[in-house]
């Protein structure tokens, strides 16, 4: 019998209002800083919501995280919030946002740059209390503890990782999706179901995380096509982000997969967004699995029902995402070999997928994704 540990967030708020929650929480004396990316919460109303709840309270907002967060963001806002004496930080966006505010929360306090710690010369010993609270339904990064950041110089996707970048309190308002694009909805669903299928397949994986990602999994198949249909449907936009975090829940306990491994480097050379490559990649590991993991993959057929790889692609289709890198980035057939060059095998993602990767079993795929 297996013996596992599972580490949660203290508390997760879920469903529509909750972000009303944001004036109730009991945080640190002292200056807040908020962190966020585009002009998205801006205008859905969203950063000024958290200023009125927080009315009585010092905030520091740092604005203009961009996709795929680069180290030098992380490092310049890690200085405006020791600036100010920050105690509390509260990322509220995308991925990229809440993985920008949960890196600074690890590092803000010592004055070291990311690098140094991504680097290996220095560890997370000292972490912000931290909220996070997702706009959109994919990356599952208000429950992990690892922020994804684009190491700029090294032209790599690498994370941050600690026990204790773990938000201590989540905040899921399916209002803060509404106002998602059809296209950003359709791509971060695809992400939030590649980190099921990865966590159910994952050798990290344990009952919880199975029954966890299976959840996850039937709540995307049911409700990606109304979300990305129809914005407004409020009971599709309730279920993807109930899925996303629950897929966020697994992953986090079981690890991933060759999707992510996979995929993290073809993201950061071609800089194609990560749920869009993702959403291509899926279908050609999940036919690796089937031949190599043959007894796994009737297993997860058992649990999420037959011809999954046939729906995946069909869906795709439908919420109107590429089948091809190729779509994205027309030369991205030159670019294969310094892809496989920064390619990661014993660690990371890759090191949780049920199929030993190989460089040529990597190359495969990556030739079938094309
Ligand atoms: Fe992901």
């Known amino acids: 019998m297996k013996q596992f540990s599972l580490l ?4 997760i708020h879920f469903g529509f209002a909750t972000l009303d929650k944001v004036a109730t929480i009991k945080m640190p004396e002292g200056s807040i800083g908020l962190v966020t990316g585009g002009a998205a919460m801006r205008k859905n109303g969203s950063i000024d919501r958290v200023l009125g709840l927080l009315k009585n309270k010092k905030v520091i907002i740092f604005e203009g995280v961009e996709p795929e967060v680069s180290v030098e963001t992380v490092d310049k806002c890690a200085k405006t919030m020791r600036k100010h004496g920050v105690t509390s930080l509260i990322g509220i966006g995308g991925g990229s946002a809440l993985d920008c505010a949960k890196a600074v929360a690890g590092v803000y306090k010592s004055g070291k740059s990311v690098k140094d710690y991504l680097d290996g010369k220095i560890k997370i010993s000292e972490t912000a209390f931290f909220i996070a609270i997702p706009s959109t339904a994919g990356t599952g990064a208000e429950v992990t503890k690892n922020a994804v950041l684009t190491y700029t110089e090294k032209k790599i996707k ?12 989540v905040i899921c308002d399916p209002q803060l999706t509404m106002s998602m694009p059809p296209e950003i909805t359709a791509y971060t669903g695809m992400d939030a179901l590649t980190h099921a299928v990865e ?3 994952s050798t990290g994986a344990n009952e919880v995380t199975k029954g966890f990602a299976v959840k996850a999994i039937k709540l995307i198949m049911e409700n990606i096509l109304k979300a990305v249909e129809n914005g407004s449907n409020k009971t599709a936009r309730y279920n993807m982000l109930l899925a996303s975090v629950t897929a966020g829940l697994a992953f986090a306990n079981s690890g991933l997969g060759a999707v992510h491994g996979i ?14 490559v993702n959403a291509i990649l899926l279908p050609v590991v999940m036919e690796c699995h089937k031949k190599y993991a043959s007894g796994l993959f009737k297993s997860f057929e058992k649990d999420c029902g037959e011809n999954t790889i046939k729906k995946i692609k069909t869906l795709n289709k439908k919420i109107g995402l590429p089948d091809k890198l190729s779509k994205l980035d027309s030369d991205i057939a030159a670019k294969l070999p310094l892809i496989m060059s920064t390619m990661v095998y014993a660690s990371g993602s890759m090191a949780f997928n049920p199929v030993k990767m190989t460089p040529s079993k990597v190359e495969n795929i990556l030739k079938e994704a094309l």
């Open 158 to 169: 690498t994370s941050l990782r600690g026990e204790t970048l773990v938000p201590k309190i």
């Open 199 to 201: 966590s159910y397949f």
């Open 263 to 276: 995929g993290h480097p073809v993201g950061a050379i071609a800089h194609l967004p990560h749920g869009k």
């Open 8 to 11: 949660f967030p203290s508390t």
